[in-house]
């Protein structure tokens, strides 16, 4: 019994310890985060932080996509929004039907326009909605955060950051017209750092590369158009004049779902860590019904269809053309598809409301993915190491597309205008030529073989804002000179105004010499000439 | 018995196992190191590589300062060299010498480049001679290296690893001139990236911004002199055109010894990889001599002093200021010191032959660091939290103490004009003002907050670099572009002649409407003043 009262005490006396280190090591973090699949990777991170003792408050809209309102992990306040949930799921619709229109470049980019001016209509008045909720600003001034983690596509938590003067940690993908490289003053030489929406690779011809330059004047233009909203409500907001490119600039550290795998080298900074792949840690065994369902595929094997967590639908012409190539192979189709059932689906297609992507990629018996190229789709492709038939829809989609196919791991559809022939041409391609698997097999291993999971490494920076209150020690000097200092032009020009001015005087002592020894010769030969008269 | 004989069966198995498991994952590595204090921390990656099971086979000249010619951890394979072991001492005595002696800019620029030219003819020379042994050639031809591991700082190794076409790491401090970033394709903005030798930091005035631009042009002419030696040697060795770019950018990985807790934040590229403080790793108990000396030094605490591997004797005029000055503090002062002992020696202070530096550093009653401000002694410094006073001598010194200093983590003297008081008053600033003590603590804690060691981080792409035979996902496409592609001007050109053209073709529109107007409406007037007439 003593023995048995010595042993609990020491437990207790442990966990006493336990605690107060983890007290001493824990923070408290603010977390905003983006709706839609944006959030699928971040959640991971949030929950792993706050597992780890840390105490996490998660401020999201009333009404969302895919982001739960409520958590067994984090605290999560709500904020309303200016518009309803069906408005919400109706622009989702309209921008998957814009997507599967057969639109040429210019109607294409108008309506790019239109999407996305509803899009920062609609989000910049939910920003609006936060920022003056008083009760939630003076909850966030009292909570004593020591970071925020945030989403900053849309940069509405880099203005409340500002407001709260808290370091603050990005994750995300990459942000339109390079205003991330941008704002951490990061190199990014054009020639060979494609531009999105052009469909070039790092190797460019001399046409891509003046399409290039083109599309990032374009490009500039557009997204200073729309992201010049929330600068101006960020000078409203902050009463004090603010560019985007300050407010992106204080990032402490930026976790860019991005690894050069995938994604093409090119110059970064070290405030910048790569995470790219992260959504590939969550690994849980199949559920029963779906081992079953691989377990009867047999010697083919599955093949994994699914357009992203914000497309189940598509109109029935086009899903009976996809459902008439799926008849044409042996493997059995896993297809995530909540619409009206195809009326010539053949045998081997099953459709299921939702499917456990990552988890189905895994199995050995994964043979293709069809995918609409969002960037977690891709990744979790190159994970697994399965070919995939690539038909991007909208964003960043069809330059993954072309990444993936350059890399010859892959190839793509424009699933506007493909035909059942072409689907199935692609799905035997990239299942019985062998280039395809060993290509994604050399990528999946360049990509694994890390020195540290990227899950674990987002962790440890956020942890390290949160701790030093920052990381000032990575922010470059760059940031406190301005655009003639950064490119030297001053140095230059006062360089070449010494050199310019040496050679002028240089030049006027030459002539004065010259005109000297002329005259003196003049009056030489004018004296000899007199003396000669 | 039959039980101990299962065992020993079992045994035996994981035994089979575990070896064959290890022939698969190693491999074979070619090492070419740098003599001096470069090789004591690439010397821990090698040994740890040689312990993970790869076979390694350490190629280095038969004279050396530092290197021991055999290891019981690797194969050493020693080439000649046309030098004696005594004039390598007698040249490194020189540099000293050349270090203590009081030199204008001027005197120090043209001291400097003797010493780099005869240094570079030694050891241009010694690569000659293992270049053209055909013997060791031939046995590394024979070998089937997966990689070669190699100091680049003085390029013999390039050569080498290109004639035997294999992939390759470098580990580094830095090259000079910037040759290592320019390799790499990496932009170095060169407002706010101090040039060596020029005692500016990353916050620049505009005139240090001037000296900042000439002095890279300076260190351009000046490197690229020396280093244009080993690109003619290249050129003849393989019998073929290379540039020294050429050679230095076919790097795989840049294992660079440098951290931002202490180096300036600057672009990087995503095949540099960052083990600044990899040197801290090696840590033993003291000796009981040291742990005696450390242990008596009461609650004063010590001082250690070293002027690193390379310098261990001072002229007797400085050894005695230096022996009177710590003569005024009440520390036990430890300092590295083989030349005849100063008269004056106050009886705090210990001279010893060697000392293990980073055990003493590590002791909690280290109080001060006087060091030449080498990178290995600095981020022992660093690791350790013990503020510095630095006496830089020559090489990356002077910048290394300037970091320091500008970090407020330490106080330069100038060895050559210091004065015993000036060394007293220093020593007594950084023990006893609170803010040196604070500043070495956060730089320590931003420093070691890691999420991998940097000793792992060496040893994985290391491996890395084996396994997959290089890293080419990691290569940009900018090695593929001239300076006129990668700077875009023959597309900016290109817009610019074509803005033009279709500005002058608008302005012969504009006036050859305008003629037409004029003419009619000249002609109008004519016909009416005809008319009116």
């Known amino acids: 019994m003593a023995r048995l009262n010595s042993r609990s005490q020491l437990v207790a006396g442990l966990a006493f310890w336990f605690s107060l280190w983890l007290c001493a090591e824990s923070g408290k973090l603010l977390v905003m985060p983006q709706d839609g699949s944006h959030w699928l990777s971040m959640q991971v991170v949030v929950e792993k932080l706050a597992q780890k003792g840390h105490e996490v408050v998660v401020v999201m809209p009333e009404n969302t996509l895919v982001m739960q309102t409520s958590s067994e992990h984090f605290t999560v306040r709500t904020h309303s929004v200016p518009y309803t949930q069906e408005k919400l799921n109706e622009l989702l619709s309209s921008m998957t039907e814009h997507a599967l229109k057969n639109l040429n470049f210019l109607e294409n980019m108008v309506q790019m326009y239109i999407n996305i001016s509803q899009v920062t209509t609609m989000f910049i008045s939910a920003c609006r909605h936060l920022l003056y909720d008083k009760e939630l600003i003076q909850f966030l001034q009292q909570s004593d955060f020591d970071a925020v983690f945030s989403d900053p596509v849309l940069p509405c938590a880099p203005i409340l950051a500002e407001y709260l003067s808290l370091p603050r940690v990005y994750f995300l993908r990459g942000l339109p017209c390079h205003l991330d490289f941008q704002a951490a003053q990061c190199p990014s030489p054009i020639s060979y750092i494609p531009e999105a929406f052009t469909n070039n690779s790092d190797h460019m011809t001399f046409t891509e590369r003046v399409k290039n330059v083109l599309m990032s004047i374009l490009a500039s233009l557009y997204c200073y158009s729309y992201y010049g909203k929330y600068e101006h409500l960020a000078t409203e907001f902050l009463q004090r004049k603010i560019t985007l490119l300050e407010l992106f600039g204080k990032a402490s550290i930026w976790l860019i779902r991005q690894d050069f795998a995938f994604d093409y080298p090119r110059p970064v900074m070290p405030n910048m860590v790569f995470i790219g792949g992260i959504n590939c840690a969550q690994k849980k065994p199949l559920s029963k019904e779906f081992e079953a369902m691989v377990n009867s595929s047999g010697e083919h094997g599955i093949v994994v269809f699914s357009l992203g967590s914000m497309v189940s639908e598509i109109p029935m012409k086009k899903a009976m053309e996809i459902a008439e190539a799926f008849g044409t192979i042996p493997q059995t189709v896993l297809w ?134 920052g990381a000032p020690h990575l922010r470059p000097a760059a940031h406190d000179l301005n655009w003639i200092q950064y490119h030297s032009i001053d140095v230059i020009a006062f360089l070449l105004a010494v050199v310019l001015l040496a050679l002028f005087i240089s030049l006027k002592c030459c002539l004065f010499c010259c005109r000297k020894c002329c005259c003196k010769s003049g009056r030489m030969s004018k004296k000899s000439k007199s003396k000669s008269h």
Chains 1, 2 share one sequence.
């Open 336 to 469: 995530r598809y909540t619409g009206e059932t195809p009326p010539n689906l053949a045998k081997n297609t099953k459709l299921v409301k939702w499917l456990p992507q990552n988890d189905l990629l895994a199995h050995p018996k994964a043979r293709a993915f069809i995918t609409h190229a969002g960037s977690h789709g891709v990744y979790e492709g190159i994970c697994n190491a399965v070919p995939m038939v690539l038909m991007p829809l909208f964003g960043d989609q069809m330059d993954n597309a072309k990444r993936m196919e350059s890399r010859g791991a892959g190839v793509t559809l424009n699933v506007v205008e493909m035909t059942s022939k072409d689907l199935s041409d692609a799905l035997k391609a990239v299942i019985y030529d062998k280039k395809y698997k060993e290509n994604i097999q050399r990528l999946s291993a360049l990509h694994l073989d890390r020195p540290i999971e990227p899950l674990d490494l987002a962790v440890h920076w956020v942890e390290f804002v949160m701790k030093h209150k």
